[in-house]
């Protein structure tokens, strides 16, 4: 079965960076979109970033532009998320998933099939 397994989360200080792994297992990871979303306390989830495996076309959501960049690790069927210059407002658990649509078509948590089980990002001021 789809298996997706996060690393990498933690505290840092506003202006701090961290980098998030993702390691997908149990399906085509070739010709897919993966994504990274996120839910504060009290908040929706929603979408950070994206990208299709099939070709390495990204997307962001406007919050992020500009401080988070995704990749993957084709060869290790892993997607990794880097975030820079991090801010309290990123706090929050964050997830890893894959689009049901197969194609990037949207950051819109609904659209997004199978997810892992999170892993927590802290940043404090």
């Known amino acids: 079965q789809v298996q997706l397994v996060e690393s990498g989360g933690g505290s840092v200080q506003a202006g701090g960076s961290l980098r998030l792994s993702c390691a997908a297992s149990?399906?085509?990871?070739?010709?897919?979109?993966m994504g990274w979303l996120r839910q504060a306390p009290g908040k929706e989830r929603e979408g950070v970033a994206a990208i299709y495996t099939g070709g390495g076309v990204t997307y962001y959501a406007d919050s992020v532009k500009g401080r988070f960049t995704i990749s993957q690790d084709y060869a290790k069927n892993t997607v990794n998320l880097q975030m820079n210059s991090l801010k309290p407002d990123d706090t929050a658990m964050y997830y890893c998933?894959?689009?049901?649509?197969?194609?990037?078509?949207?950051?819109?948590?609904?659209?997004?099939?199978?997810w892992g089980q999170g892993t927590q990002v802290t940043v404090s001021s």
């Open positions: 149990g399906y085509t990871y070739s010709s897919n979109c």
């Open positions: 998933a894959v689009h049901s649509s197969g194609y990037c078509s949207s950051l819109t948590p609904a659209d997004f099939g199978y």
